[in-house]
């Protein structure tokens, strides 16, 4: 639980630095913003693909995010 939450908050705060909205996040990755509300709430963790677009979408390191999940 606590890396899904360490993973949501580096999503939010990824997200806000960019400065986009999650409506637009949902569009660039190809998901819903209700997905990105889950994923940021912690909620639900990002399959691997989608976790791999987000990271490009919000320039994160994929290595180091992908660790934050666990797998």
Excluded: F, H
Aim: glycine share 6%.
């Amino acid at each position: 639980m606590a890396r899904t939450k360490s993973l949501s908050r580096q999503i939010r705060l990824a997200r806000a630095t960019r400065g986009m909205s999650v409506a637009q996040v949902a569009e660039n990755v190809g998901v819903t913003p209700v997905s990105i509300y889950y994923w940021e709430s912690g909620r639900v963790r990002p399959r691997d693909r989608n976790l791999s677009q987000l990271c490009k979408v919000l320039r994160l390191p994929v290595r180091e995010t992908m660790a934050l999940t666990g797998r």
